[in-house]
């Protein structure tokens, strides 16, 4: 019998994602992490700090896939609205949550910068915490996990989560460099993914040394198939180039 497939929908919350102020680094260390631990992200999502469009891209999300991860927009200042979109999505209330409150309140600030602060201390009624040994924790809630934008802290947050989801089949994958162009081999390779349908392969040209080729790249959870399918694209076009 295979083994279940585990999918996840990131979701990375942030108009500076949008504006291209900011270049997003957390999908592809979610993507890889998860991926070992048997959860295959399906499907990422960048939207605004609109609250309507958080609320209704997660609610989409946790409702087609087995786990959501949010990034960003958990800090203090009034564009953090992540807390109170999956308040809102869950139709429950904003509640302070003393244990973040302690932690915030360990560094002394000023009653107005201390007021902004403890912003993070707010987290949706009946979630439960991420650990974050650095400062303010995220939160779960129901299948949905809230992180930080910050690459280090949502690493760090990451990490702590790999006993609390259940994975199934891990994804691996083969790759094939071929001195060919795409054109050259794509009725080709059509052929052996018809014969292969469980395993994906992916074919994306490049241009180096001078010379034009393709890497074929191949994924898919059973060993066995991917070394079938890898054979079969070796054999697709060995006769129109050179196999790296």
């Known amino acids: 019998m295979s083994e279940r497939i585990v999918t996840a929908c990131v979701v990375i ?45 997660v609610n989409a999300a946790r409702t087609t896939f087995d786990y959501v991860f949010t990034t960003g927009g958990i800090g203090p200042t009034h564009d953090d609205i992540t807390a109170e979109c999956i308040a809102a999505a869950f139709g ?10 302690a932690v915030i309140r360990r560094r002394p600030a000023p009653d107005a910068v201390m007021n902004a602060r403890l912003r993070m201390a707010r987290i949706p009624e009946g979630a439960t915490l991420i650990d974050n040994p650095w400062g303010p924790q995220g939160f779960r809630m129901g299948n949905v996990f809230v992180m930080a934008g910050i690459p ?34 794509a009725t ?6 018809e014969r292969h349908p469980t395993v994906e392969l992916g074919s994306y040209p490049f241009y180096r040394d001078e010379r034009y080729g393709t890497m074929l790249v191949m994924r898919g959870s059973d060993e066995a198939a991917l070394e079938r399918m890898a054979a079969a694209v070796k054999e697709a076009v060995a006769a129109g180039g050179e196999i790296e």
């Open 92 to 101: 429950v209330p904003l509640v302070m949550n003393e244990e973040i409150a």
């Open 152 to 185: 280090r802290v949502m690493q760090v947050m990451l990490a702590s989560l790999e006993d609390q989801l259940e994975g199934g089949a891990v994804t691996r994958s083969r790759s094939i460099t071929a001195y060919v162009s795409e054109g050259e081999v």
């Open 13 to 57: 919350i942030g108009n500076e994602i949008l504006s291209g102020r900011t270049q997003d680094t957390n999908l592809a260390h979610l993507a890889k992490q998860l991926n070992e631990w048997g959860v295959q992200v399906r499907e990422a999502r960048v939207v605004p700090d609109v609250q309507d469009v958080v609320v209704a891209a």
């Open 188 to 193: 080709a390779l059509g052929a052996v993914q």
